[in-house]
């Protein structure tokens, strides 16, 4: 099974957990996760670290479904769901932890995401423009205007 969508990808590393509890452990809704999963929606960095941390997927196959050398977690299923305090800790780097990775790697990863970020909030204010031009278009559509009398039957300018 080739995994060629990141939404395939997520769907893959949520495993046989339910997408309602898996939404609930990344803070996210289960319509949103489901959005993602079908690929009509791109999810923000932070839920993408956090589908990381919980299932053990490296963020590298995660964006691009290039295999990792180092983690081959992202293979198998989801790990059993941890308690809510736990995925939070989990979630959530320590205070005086830093998630900081100075290899080339990571920093080309973290640049392309900015670009996908930046994109796709182009396209959202791009999307937003056009309801509001669809919008008025309707509007003015919906007003009635005023029709021209007709000339008299027979009559010739």
Same mark, same amino acid.
């Given at each position: 099974?080739?995994?060629?969508?990141?939404?395939? /990808?997520?769907?893959? $590393? /949520?495993?046989?957990?339910?997408?309602?509890?898996?939404? $609930?452990?990344?803070?996210?809704?289960?319509?949103?996760?489901?959005?993602?999963?079908?690929?009509?929606?791109?999810?923000?960095?932070?839920?993408?670290?956090?589908?990381?941390?919980?299932?053990?997927?490296?963020?590298?196959?995660?964006?691009?479904?290039?295999?990792?050398?180092?983690?081959?977690?992202?293979?198998?299923?989801?790990?059993? #769901?941890?308690?809510?305090?736990?995925?939070?800790?989990?979630?959530? =780097?320590? #205070?005086?932890?830093?998630?900081?990775?100075?290899? #080339?790697?990571?920093?080309?990863?973290?640049?392309?995401?900015?670009?996908?970020?930046?994109?796709?909030?182009?396209?959202?204010?791009?999307?937003?423009?056009?309801?509001?031009?669809?919008?008025?278009?309707?509007?003015?559509?919906?007003?009635? /205007?005023? /029709?021209?009398?007709?000339? =008299?039957?027979?009559?010739?300018?």
């Amino acid at each position: 099974m080739t995994m060629t969508t990141l939404g395939s /990808r997520i769907k893959m $590393a /949520r495993g046989k957990e339910s997408q309602e509890k898996f939404a $609930a452990r990344l803070k996210i809704s289960k319509g949103a996760l489901g959005f993602y999963e079908r690929g009509e929606n791109l999810p923000k960095s932070d839920v993408i670290l956090k589908i990381c941390a919980l299932t053990g997927a490296s963020l590298d196959w995660l964006l691009t479904g290039a295999e990792s050398a180092t983690r081959e977690a992202a293979r198998k299923p989801a790990p059993r #769901p941890a308690p809510a305090d736990q995925a939070e800790q989990i979630a959530a =780097p320590a #205070p005086d932890e830093s998630r900081e990775c100075a290899c #080339p790697q990571c920093a080309e990863l973290k640049k392309r995401l900015t670009a996908l970020e930046d994109e796709r909030r182009d396209l959202c204010a791009e999307n937003r423009n056009l309801w509001k031009k669809m919008c008025l278009l309707l509007e003015e559509i919906a007003r009635p /205007r005023e /029709r021209q009398p007709l000339p =008299p039957f027979g009559w010739r300018q």
